[in-house]
Structures are given as structure tokens and as C-alpha cells.
T-cell receptor, first 113, second 112 residues
């Protein structure tokens, strides 16, 4: 499968715990994006990387959230001290150097109890 | 099954009919638009895109129309099939900006 992959697909955690999600973009896509989607809503932008550089962060990305893309390939999104309001689908997308099209992965569904 | 005017949250059509899903976008500076299809429990799937220098683009069974004057986008699906049942989102982007901005989505249900 040469599409965007995300791991894990589902995560259930208790409030206050830390969680980390991984995204592997399409090969040779230099841009990588994180979005959050709650039930019945469209995806909301969190942050994006061009190669290793994190170029933009949404105000939705509170201090408890951090994203990295250390080698310009896969990326991780960590949420510290999770809250019930963090329960959502976390989506990753990537796009090639030449275009604006963003291709999404299957998402990681987070449930905070 | 035609949804005229502002997009509605749900659209129900008969199998074989044509579907039209509408979207009003927000930013007159947006220069790139995508329609995504999202099935339950899955990530959004790219369907078709269009740049602001075009007003129509056709794919396989799908057509996107762009009216920049009124900031309106539509997706036409020909001969709608049960497999087309999903939530459809329009998304807009400004050149060199990172984020795609998504509309609220329209749930399309195809009745056999």
C-alpha cells in the first residue's frame, strides 16, 4: 500500500495519560499535515511540515500537543495529559512538492475515558 | 436529486439518478478546491480538484463547477450508485498556505 498510513488506528486512554500517534506519508511527499475531526464535523487543521520544518500551527494546537518530523519522513503527534475533549479522529495528510492536493490517511481514533 | 442553493446536511437520491452537492466557500482568496468523500470510519478520499482559473472540471462520473463570483462550488455525480453513499466535503486552500479549510459536509444516501 503506497498511501498515507497511520498507527495506531484506535487508541483508548484514561484522562491524564500521554498518547503518541505516528503518520507515514506517501513516499516523496515533502509536506505533511495533521488534522483533527470530531463527529459530524469536517477536519480541522492542526499543523503542517515541509520536510523537517514545522511551518504552521493552528490555535487549536494547545501546549499539550506537540508534533515532530525529525527526518522529514514520518511524523509523530503527541498529546500530553489527555482530556476528554481530546477525543476525536486524528488525520494525517501529505502532498507532493509540486502540488496542493492533500491525500489523507485512515486516521487514528482517540477515545479519552 | 438536486440540492439547490446552500448545501444541506443530507441528500437522498435514487440509484441511477444524478446527484448535485453544493458548497459555499468562505475566502475569496482561495485558489484551489478539492472535493473529498468520507466513508464511516475512514479518512477523506480525494475525488476531484479544481483551480480558481477554471470554472469546470470533469472526472469519471464526477464534475466540479466553480463560481467565483458567488463563492460557490458544486459536485455533480452522474448515475449515482450505492457505493457513492458517504459524506462529501468541499475544501478550499490558499496558495502556499498549509491548511485546507473544510465545509461541514453533506451526507449522501443512495436508495436502491
Amino acid at each position: 500500500d503506497t498511501g498515507v498510513s497511520q498507527d495506531p488506528r484506535h487508541k483508548i486512554t484514561k484522562r491524564g495519560q500521554n498518547v503518541t500517534f505516528r503518520c507515514d506519508p506517501i513516499s516523496e511527499h515533502n509536506r505533511l499535515y495533521w488534522y483533527r475531526q470530531t463527529l459530524g464535523q469536517g477536519p480541522e487543521f492542526l499543523t503542517y511540515f515541509q520536510n523537517e520544518a514545522q511551518l504552521e500551527k493552528s490555535r487549536l494546537l494547545s501546549d499539550r500537543f506537540s508534533a515532530e518530523r525529525p527526518k522529514g519522513s514520518f511524523s509523530t503527534l503527541e498529546i500530553q495529559r489527555t482530556e476528554q475533549g481530546d477525543s476525536a479522529m486524528y488525520l494525517c495528510a501529505s502532498s507532493p512538492p509540486s502540488g496542493q492536493s492533500q491525500f489523507f490517511g485512515p486516521g487514528t481514533r482517540l477515545t479519552v475515558l | 436529486g438536486e440540492n439547490v442553493g446552500l448545501h444541506l446536511p443530507t441528500l437522498s437520491v435514487q440509484e441511477g439518478d444524478n446527484s448535485i452537492i453544493n458548497c459555499a466557500y468562505s475566502n475569496s482568496a482561495s485558489d484551489y478546491f478539492i472535493w473529498y468523500k468520507q466513508e464511516s470510519g475512514k479518512g477523506p478520499q480525494f475525488i476531484i480538484d479544481i483551480r480558481s482559473n477554471m470554472d469546470k472540471r470533469q472526472g469519471q462520473r464526477v464534475t466540479v463547477l466553480l463560481n467565483k463570483t458567488v463563492k460557490h462550488l458544486s459536485l455533480q455525480i452522474a448515475a449515482t450508485q450505492p457505493g457513492d453513499s458517504a459524506v462529501y466535503f468541499c475544501a478550499e486552500n490558499i496558495h502556499l498556505a498549509g491548511d485546507m479549510r473544510f465545509g461541514a459536509g453533506t451526507r449522501l444516501t443512495v436508495k436502491p
